[in-house]
């Protein structure tokens, strides 16, 4: 008898230690991997990407970065149907991208009801922005003035608007601020027939 309840002991002890493994693995997965869901971006749409973007902790770090980042919202400006809400929410986003001069030389009320006609515009018009090409890194144009850093780049869009298609060219100047984040100065139709 003596066997038998050291071996039934044993197989208890087993069971137990056994048992005290998978609670404790159970309990580390759980809680370890759920902040890593919770960070996830993969999991957000792009519009809540576009409306959840910290510029303070992930400002885009070039200019065509910039512009890029820029085209994103653009895009979902034109080609989506928004709240009135989310435009509200996107305009203030697209904002961080602006330079301090284009901000205080155009008021956020007159940028906002200037940017719902044009949305309203386009969706008239059956109008979309459908692809971009941004100038390469390399193309960029640097130059100093007055001690402040500028960049020039050009970005082209294909707009399409009911069955035709057509290309849009924009260049674009950039001014870097005190923090040495490249902001969006102003832009202008371009004369180049392509950006490369």
């Not at 069971?15 to 693995?25: N, S, T």
């Not at 100093?144 to 780049?153: P, V």
Request: charged share 30%; aromatic share 12%; hydrophobic share 35%.
């Amino acid at each position: 008898m003596k066997k038998s309840n050291r071996r039934t002991a044993n197989t208890f002890g087993m069971m137990l230690i056994f048992g005290i493994a998978i609670v404790a693995i159970y309990f580390r997965l759980s809680t370890s991997t759920k902040p890593i869901i919770e960070k996830s971006s993969s999991n957000k749409t792009e519009l809540e990407l576009l409306l959840t973007k910290d510029f303070e902790e992930d400002y885009p770090s070039s200019p065509r970065e910039v512009i890029k980042l820029y085209t994103r919202i653009i895009k979902y400006f034109y080609n989506e149907n928004l709240t009135d809400e989310q435009v509200n929410q996107l305009a203030k986003q697209i904002c961080n991208l602006y330079d301090e001069e284009l901000l205080a030389n155009n008021s956020y009320e007159d940028y906002l009801l200037e940017l719902k006609v044009e949305i309203t515009e386009y969706k008239s018009a059956k109008r979309n922005v459908m692809n971009e090409i941004i100038e390469d890194s390399n193309n960029v144009k640097y130059w100093t003035k007055d001690d402040r850093e500028y960049a020039s780049l050009t970005a082209g869009y294909t707009i399409k608007e009911k069955d035709s298609y057509s290309k849009l060219y924009e260049d674009f100047i950039l001014r870097k601020d005190e923090q040495g984040s490249w902001k969006i100065l102003g832009w202008k139709a371009s004369e180049k027939t392509s950006a490369e």
